[in-house]
C-alpha cells in the first residue's frame, strides 16, 4: 500500500514540472526557460558537493569520535537525493534539492526523515529495539500471554 503512493508521487513530480514549464516557457521565453534550468541544476551540483564534503569531514570526525554518524549518514542521503533532484529540469525538483541542500532547510528534514522512515524501519527489523519498546520482564516463551495493560501493571507505576 506505501509503495503504491511512493510510485504515484515520484510520477506525479515530473508531471507537475512539466505543467508549471510550459507556462513559464511562454511567458519568459525557451531560451531563458532552459538557461534557468541549466543554471540551477549546476548551482546546485556545486552547493551539493559542497555540503557533501562537509558531511564526509563531519563523518570522520565522528568515527574519530568513537560516536556513530548517525545524523550525518542522514544528511549523506539526503544530499544524494538533493543532486538527483537538482540534475531533474524542473521547478519542484528544484525546490525540493534546494530544500534537501541547504543546511537550514535540511536539518528539519532529517528530524522528520529518522522519526517517519529512519525508526519505524529499524524498529520493524529489531523487533522494537530502537524505540526500546521491549519485553524487559524476563524471556518471553509460548506460555506468556498479553493481558489488558491494566491487569498485569507493576506496583511502583504512576497511574
Known sequence: MKARWVIVGLLSIPLVDTLLLVPIATAIGLLTTV???????????????AEGRTTIQRI?????????????????????????FLLTPGIVTDIIGFASAIPVTRYPIRI??????????????????????????????????NLDPEEYGRPDEDR
Open 60 to 84: 570522520q570526525q565522528k568515527i574519530a569520535r568513537g560516536t556513530l554518524p548517525t545524523n550525518e549518514l542522514i544528511d549523506g542521503g539526503l544530499l544524494i537525493a538533493a543532486g538527483a
Open 35 to 49: 538557461l534557468i534550468v541549466v543554471l540551477t541544476g549546476l548551482f546546485g551540483m556545486v552547493l551539493v558537493r
Open 112 to 145: 522528520l526523515t529518522k522519526r517517519y522512515i529512519v525508526t519505524p524501519i529499524l524498529d520493524r527489523r529489531t523487533n522494537d529495539f530502537i524505540s526500546g519498546n521491549v519485553y524487559i520482564d524476563g524471556f518471553p516463551d509460548e506460555d506468556t500471554v
